[in-house]
């Protein structure tokens, strides 16, 4: 037997040595930022008592969760593939997420952030405030996601590392960090007043999401193996993202019953959050690979999956400057108009069409790579057909 067949029979799995587009990874990615917009449409358009709205936000609470697993597994799946020297790697990382980040964080604090919040209309208080700004990923309430991805940037080699030194135990590694992850978020949910300095910044932080990044990493080592796993157990991880969700909700309830608000039971930072966003990951997964199983290239749906995986960043990043506009430069009419839950259901789809709106348009601009991460759609067509 092979040295590399040895390592594969001992669990030591690497990635195929051909690199395919995973189109599990795409529904995966489409279902969490659908779901990021469906957390901050809930949030800022339920009235506090609303038990059904805040269930409905608490369950979808899961976003970060999945989206690191995302990060982790996409930058691993890469690199293992056809590793890159950093010198390389880092500069094309930075800019086609670093440079929007840059952007959008004073789109964000031109619009509404300084005017609001700030006394002080110095260009001096303004340049300032931004640079502040920047260095915690406070210019609006998602834009650390991308603050922390970068960090993960840095830390690829580290991760590379880890994941090859643990190979053959690479389960102990997990459940190490899925204790150390419960512990952090048992920390920022029921003790805050410790450190409360660090606490303040708990999201933005890599390690608050440690077992997620390092379970994409493990995947992705295993990414052949692991992917026909949830192709032949799909049944098996129905009924563990089913368990999951129960757990969550039975501690929602508990915690809600104890006198916590129902924000604050269902909140991002509840460590039952992690198990239930194991569970929400698994079965996206798993909703992925049926979809990688059927789909049809050329097709409508497969045309409008690939639409949706190459907007889906754009969209991120655009969409709480349309739900700003529609429930604040309004002067609140529409929630004049609409009682709840009505006024959620519309807000979301009236905000997924506004940023669908403005990634479309900036894909077609110049400056379609600073506002979506991605080339002018143009060129791209362009050096796709040469």
Do not use: N
Not at 62 to 73: A, D, N, S
Not at 119 to 144: C, K, Q
Not at 329 to 334: N, R, S
Not at 378 to 385: D, S
């Amino acid at each position: 037997m092979s040295r590399e067949q040895t390592a594969q029979a001992a669990g030591h799995a690497h990635p195929p040595a051909v690199r395919r587009h995973i189109h599990e990874i795409d529904v995966v990615r489409i279902f969490t930022f659908a779901s990021v917009i469906a957390v901050h449409t809930t949030s800022h358009t339920a009235p506090a008592d609303a038990v059904g709205e805040h269930i409905l936000l608490a369950l979808v609470h899961f976003t970060r969760e999945p989206f690191f697993w995302i990060t982790g597994f996409v930058l691993m799946w890469s690199y293992f593939h056809k590793p890159v020297p950093m010198r390389r790697f880092w500069p094309r990382r930075f800019l086609l997420v670093g440079v929007p980040y840059l952007v959008w964080s004073l789109v964000y604090q031109v619009v509404y952030d300084y005017p609001r919040t700030h006394a002080d209309p110095s260009f001096g208080g303004f340049v300032l405030d931004y640079l502040r700004s920047v260095a915690t990923g406070e210019a609006w309430y998602h834009l650390y996601f991308l603050l922390v991805t970068m960090q993960v940037y840095l830390l690829v080699p580290v991760i590379a590392w880890v994941v090859r030194k643990t190979r053959g135990h690479q389960i102990t590694l997990l459940v190490v960090a899925a204790v150390v992850q419960m512990g952090l978020m048992s920390w920022y949910h029921y003790w805050p007043d410790v450190l409360p300095g660090f606490v303040a910044f708990d999201k933005q932080y890599f390690f608050s999401y440690s077992f997620f990044i390092l379970a994409g990493a493990v995947c992705a080592d295993h990414g052949t193996e692991f992917f026909a796993w949830i192709a032949r157990h799909r049944g098996r991880v129905a009924l563990i993202s089913l368990a999951c969700a129960v757990v969550f909700l039975g501690v929602f309830a508990i915690q809600y019953a104890a006198g916590e608000s129902l924000y604050a039971a269902g909140s991002p930072v509840q460590p039952a959050i992690v198990v239930w966003g194991i569970g929400v990951g698994l079965g996206f997964t798993a909703i992925g690979s049926v979809w990688a199983e059927r789909r049809t290239p050329g097709t409508l749906l497969s045309r409008a999956v690939d639409t949706a995986t190459d907007r889906s960043f754009g969209i991120f990043l655009s969409h709480p400057l349309v739900l700003w506009t529609l429930l604040w430069a309004g002067d609140g009419w529409l929630e004049r108009v609409l009682p709840s839950p009505w006024l959620t259901v519309c807000a979301y789809l009236i905000v997924v069409l506004g940023a669908i709106g403005i990634t479309e348009l900036a894909r077609r601009s110049p400056v379609s790579l600073a506002l979506t991460g991605r080339p002018r759609r143009r060129a791209a067509a362009r050096a796709g057909g040469s």
